[in-house]
């Protein structure tokens, strides 16, 4: 699959919080923890599990930095 996003973080799904319509996707990406709310419809149909190997893509209007 190709996407023209840019901000691309490879990672693994270290935790699922499924609620009746969303589920809270918890990903390590190297040194930081990145968390998701997606659809439990989408969750279900990419089989997605603890363990399983993701990419995060980031996309934003507004990026900060901070020292």
């Known amino acids: 699959m190709k996407i023209s996003g840019q901000n691309k973080l490879p990672g693994e799904v270290v935790a699922l919080k499924k609620g009746d319509v969303e589920c809270q996707v918890t990903m390590q990406a190297g040194e930081f923890r990145i968390v ?11 089989g997605l ?9 980031i996309k934003s209007t507004e990026v900060m930095i901070m020292k």
Not at 49 to 56: I, K, N
Request: aromatic letters at 0%; proline letters at 0%; charged letters at 35%.
């Open 36 to 46: 998701s709310i997606i659809t439990r419809d989408s969750a279900e149909e990419m």
């Open 49 to 57: 599990d603890v363990g399983d190997r993701v990419v995060a893509l």
